[in-house]
């Protein structure tokens, strides 16, 4: 039996995207359940976290399922992620055992694992997930790699708690300053979940250099194509924000300067400007506005924008919970084993 992970919102259709974001609203209606009894989930950290870890802890236990919380490197032995490698460095343990052992006790793997920061041909590869993917014979769940999906659909559900049908409403997604190069997972994943919602969709940023990755650009455009929405790449922030009906702020690094940040650094101090701010906010169309999470204030939005009706960040950040729930209960569903050893 072909198992089943959610690795990426690239891998499932429109129709399953909506699904789980009803199951997410329906868990959010009553959040107690069944889904997992008797089942687990390992929840495997190689980066902090807060509100992933608090919101996959809590929906595994009101699902009635259990969560083991494991730190590779830390409580946990180091993990070898290299196919043929001598391993004769740090590393304890190959992902080739590990994955396998996890899926014997476990029902459910979930992995955060953020890129390295050197080498993007390297990173974009996302070693970490895909050799849990490979190895583990239990649904593996992306908590954020290059990508954050579980964030897209808590995204995605805020949006229509508001907005009700998302089709053809303007969305854009804003890069602004951070005094650190950040990862491209969130603004990778607002590209595709936005599109894939049939959104119009106008990704702004201060210049060519801050353009993401091909393969997600490519990937937008084929899900605006398919559900009827657009996109495009904007550098003018008043055309941007003007009659939007939702900003979307993420600050990442400029990917031809991976890795050789000091080089990125003047360009980005340049561009503090791009701070979602009250003024901005009154271009649109009585836009929402909305992030991830953690925000410095006053650097990438101002305390009126974060403290205004109009920012749902906190309803976005609840509603991690929900779509977790929603995730894990559909692959448990879908797997059909009565416990991790797949019987």
Same mark, same amino acid.
């Given at each position: 039996m072909t198992v089943r992970h959610f690795l990426s919102t690239q891998d499932y259709s429109r129709a399953e995207i909506d699904a789980l974001l009803d199951q997410? *609203? *329906?868990f959010k209606r009553s959040p107690q359940g069944q889904q997992l009894a008797g089942k687990s989930v390992a929840l495997m950290f190689f980066n902090p976290s807060m509100r992933t870890r608090t919101s996959f802890e809590l929906g595994a236990f009101q699902l009635g399922g259990h969560a083991v919380v494991l730190s590779p490197g830390k409580d946990a032995w180091p993990i070898e992620f290299e196919v043929g490698s /001598?391993? @004769?460095? @740090? =590393?304890?343990?190959h992902i080739a055992e590990v994955a396998r052992v996890l899926s014997r006790y476990v029902?459910?793997? *979930? /992995?955060? *694992?953020?890129?390295?920061f050197v080498d993007w041909s390297i990173d974009r590869q996302d070693k970490v997930i895909e050799s849990f993917a490979r190895y583990a014979t239990v649904p593996v769940i992306n908590m954020e790699t290059i990508t954050h999906p579980c964030q897209e659909l808590a995204h995605a559900l805020a949006l229509k708690e508001h907005l009700g049908d998302l089709q053809n409403k303007k969305y854009v997604l804003t890069w602004t300053y951070h005094p650190k190069p950040l990862n491209t997972a969130v603004a990778n994943s607002a590209l595709l979940i936005a599109t894939k919602m049939g959104m119009d /969709? =106008?990704?702004l940023c201060p210049t060519p250099e801050y353009i993401l990755d091909q393969r997600y650009m490519a990937f937008a455009k084929t899900n605006a194509r398919e559900n009827g929405g657009s996109l495009q790449v904007s550098h003018d922030i008043e055309a941007a924000y003007s009659g939007a009906h939702v900003i979307y702020a993420k600050s990442w690094g400029a990917l031809p300067y991976f890795g050789r940040w000091d080089q990125e650094k003047a360009i980005r101090d340049a561009n503090r400007h791009f701070i979602v701010d009250e003024a901005k906010m009154a271009l649109t169309d009585n836009g929402l506005f909305s992030h991830c999470l953690p925000l410095r204030r006053n650097i990438k939005a101002t305390d009126a924008v974060m403290d205004s009706p109009a920012c749902i960040a906190i309803d976005e950040a609840e509603n991690r919970l929900h779509v977790q729930k929603a995730v894990m209960a559909s692959l448990i569903s879908q797997s059909g084993t009565t416990s991790g050893l797949g019987f």
């Open positions: 997410a *609203a *329906a /001598v391993m @004769d460095g @740090d =590393t304890e343990e029902d459910l793997i *979930a /992995v955060r *694992a953020f890129p390295k /969709v =106008t990704l």
